[in-house]
Structure formats: structure tokens, C-alpha cells
């Protein structure tokens, strides 16, 4: 299943404005797939102490509210109550006692919904990605969640952090047009299995996962 956004480049040129322009929360869906086609083509801009990383996003999951594979589903708790605030914070949790998941914060306040940034392309910081993603390829830096937020340096510090206000860790509008973005099933679920709640940029290398699932 296909939907068509307006036709562009499959990224932008690697040769980025001097300033970024912070998404505003009001500009932010308040519904969560929406979010999660929406933040196709935005951008991850995270500072650090060796400088500025930049990325693109190119695929998402959407977690709605009521969707029992959502971490919101049994209502708020300690760990997942970034999911229960305004839009447009990060979520961020540990999984498999290995890596970090990063998401945004969806639907209105009071209301537990989020979407899982699973893959994105870097443009700018790639050296200090290289470091803490030691032997990836350039391809593969930010291609899955676990290894987006690693190269990212995204941690638990980091939930609950407002993602449209000055911070370590915000969100940019896309840098071009949206490209056409895929819906299929989501990847490595035992429940909800087939809601099609996924969404990629066709044709982007940096996508994870089977580019047909769906």
C-alpha cells in the first residue's frame, strides 16, 4: 500500500542551511499515524559536546492509543509516562537489555500514543556516529532503532525531552520535499501484527528491515 506525497529528490544535498528551522508542536499532528507519515523527511538534530549530528528521518512505526503492541497499553507508569504528556517529546526506552529505542510523543495530553523512529539517514557529525557505531558502514549507522539512537548517543537521559523547544536533542522540518513514502506491517511484533502502521521512503537505503514486508 502506497501513498503518494509530493514528488522530490530521494534526500537532500549533504550540503545543509546554516540554520535549521525547529518544528513547532502545533505543526505536529494530533493523531498518531499521521505523526508518524508526517515525520517522514524531517530532521534529528542532536548536540553534543564534539558538535552537531543531523539526520533524516526514513522510516517510522506508528503505536496507537489502545493498540495492545504499544508500551502505553496498560496504562502510565513510571517508565512510560513521557508517552502520556503533549506531542512531541521523547519516549525513550531500554529493550532486550541491549539498546535504546527513540520515539516521539503523539496525540494530546492525557492520551498514551507514540511513534518509534526505526531507521534515518545521516548528513552531518558522521564522524563521532562512526565512533560510537564502531565497523558500521556509513549505510548502516542509522539504519534500526537500537543502532539510530547508539549512533545518536540517545539514552533514557534524554526521555522526556521536549523535542520542538532548544535542547540537546530536537526535531527540524525536512530539509526537501517528501519523497513517496510505503505503509506496511510493522517489524518484530507478536501482537497487532497486521495493522499497517509502518512507514518508509521508498527507495532509501537506509530503511531497515524487509523492504517489502506488507
Known amino acids: 500500500m502506497i501513498s503518494r506525497a509530493a514528488p522530490g529528490p530521494k534526500s537532500p544535498?549533504?550540503?545543509?542551511?546554516?540554520?535549521?528551522?525547529?518544528?513547532?508542536?502545533?505543526?505536529?499532528?494530533?493523531?498518531t499515524e499521521a505523526l508518524a507519515r508526517f515525520l517522514i523527511g524531517a530532521t534529528i538534530v542532536r548536540d553534543l559536546p564534539e558538535g552537531r549530528a543531523?539526520?533524516?528521518?526514513?522510516?517510522?512505526?506508528?503505536?496507537?492509543?489502545?493498540?495492545?503492541?504499544?508500551?502505553?497499553?496498560r496504562g502510565k507508569t513510571a517508565r512510560n509516562r513521557t508517552l502520556f504528556g503533549r506531542r512531541g517529546h521523547a519516549y525513550v526506552y531500554y529493550i532486550y537489555g541491549n539498546y535504546y529505542c527513540f520515539n516521539v510523543s503523539a496525540e494530546a495530553a492525557g492520551v498514551g500514543a507514540g511513534v518509534l523512529i526505526r531507521a534515518a539517514e545521516p548528513l552531518r557529525?558522521?564522524?563521532g556516529m562512526r565512533v560510537?557505531?564502531?565497523g558500521a558502514r556509513d549505510r548502516d549507522l542509522l539504519r534500526g532503532p537500537g543502532r539510530l539512537a547508539s549512533a545518536l548517543a540517545i539514552t533514557r537521559a534524554e526521555d522526556g525531552l521536549d523535542l520542538c523547544a532548544a535542547g540537546p536533542l530536537w526535531l527540524a522540518a525536512p530539509?526537501?520535499?517528501?519523497?513517496?513514502?510505503?505503509?506496511?506491517?510493522r517489524i518484530g511484533l507478536t501482537k497487532e501484527v497486521d495493522r499497517l502502521l509502518r512507514f518508509y521512503e521508498r527507495g532509501n537505503p537506509h530503511v531497515s528491515g524487509a523492504k517489502n514486508a506488507g
Do not use: N
Open 13 to 31: 544535498s549533504t550540503s545543509l542551511p546554516s540554520r535549521l528551522r525547529r518544528l513547532r508542536r502545533a505543526e505536529l499532528p494530533i493523531d
Open 175 to 185: 530539509l526537501a520535499p517528501r519523497a513517496e513514502i510505503v505503509t506496511s506491517r
Open 132 to 134: 560510537r557505531r564502531p
Open 54 to 73: 543531523v539526520a533524516r528521518i526514513v522510516e517510522t512505526e506508528a503505536y496507537l492509543p489502545m493498540d495492545a503492541a504499544a508500551h502505553s497499553f
Open 125 to 127: 557529525g558522521l564522524e
